[in-house]
């Protein structure tokens, strides 16, 4: 039997959910409950890398999650993809990890036979699914999904020259924070992963421009979806 395990790093990626299991707010808690017919752990890991990671293992070892969807935001990186378009990841990588003093190319973990972490089949296949039940919904009728690498670092994406570096060396649709951790610690513990994300911006803007609590909803809307497909 599935048992889900669905990480955000934020209070506004995880709102709906919660509004579903009658709190209004996670303290990063582990909350465990039902959604759309499927169990699920629901908590917010806080933003970046390692944050992500440790609460994955959690989710792994402590409550025994059969799969992980990460959702949230993202910036938008890839030509076609405009704000509130939707990400399913293929794979993830890191776009800040860097050992080229070594004669490794960017984005290469030293002494790992994958850098690149692809997400499950299955549940990129539930996600498209998912999407067509969801897609003629109001709101959503300008929303377009994409399958595409997902890039994570420690940063936040606001400069196009730097934009343009990530593109450059691992060309992914959109930019975040945490889903290459989230897939690297699924990936050691071999459990199915994948990561959705909607896009908040376009990762060469100032923060004005920022539309996270819309995105988080679009992304939130298509996993509790997802969540009637297993």
């Keep these: 039997m599935a ?16 509004q579903l299991t009658g709190k209004e707010k996670s303290k990063n808690e582990f909350v465990e409950c039902t959604i759309n017919g499927t169990d699920c752990v629901l908590v ?24 992980i969807i990460n959702t949230g935001i993202a910036g938008a990186l ?32 030293p002494r790992m036979k ?6 499950d089949n299955a549940l990129i296949e539930n996600a498209k699914t998912a999407f067509q039940t969801i897609s003629t919904k109001e709101g959503f009728e300008s929303v377009h999904m994409m399958e595409g690498r997902v890039a ?40 199915p992963f994948v990561v959705i994300r909607c896009m908040s911006d ?15 909803l679009i992304s939130a809307e298509l996993v509790i979806a997802m969540l009637g497909e297993f």
């Design 202 to 216: 376009n990762a060469e803007e100032s923060t004005e421009a920022f539309n996270e609590k819309k995105a988080a």
């Design 152 to 191: 994570s670092g420690d940063q936040f994406i606001c400069d196009k020259s730097v934009k343009q570096h990530i593109i450059d060396i691992c060309n992914p649709a959109c930019v975040e924070m945490e889903g290459a951790a989230i897939a690297h610690t699924s990936f050691v513990n071999k459990v």
């Design 3 to 18: 048992k889900v395990g669905i990480i955000a790093a934020m209070d506004e990626e995880l709102a709906l959910f919660l």
């Design 78 to 109: 890839a030509k076609n993809l405009r704000v509130f378009d939707i990400v399913v990841s293929t794979d993830t990588v890191y776009h800040d990890f860097d050992v080229t003093g070594f004669g490794y190319k960017p984005t290469m973990i």
């Design 44 to 67: 917010k890991c806080g933003i970046g890398k390692v944050n992500a990671a440790l609460t994955t293992q959690r989710l792994i070892s402590e409550y025994k999650v059969t799969h």
């Design 114 to 119: 994958e850098s690149y972490f692809k997400a």
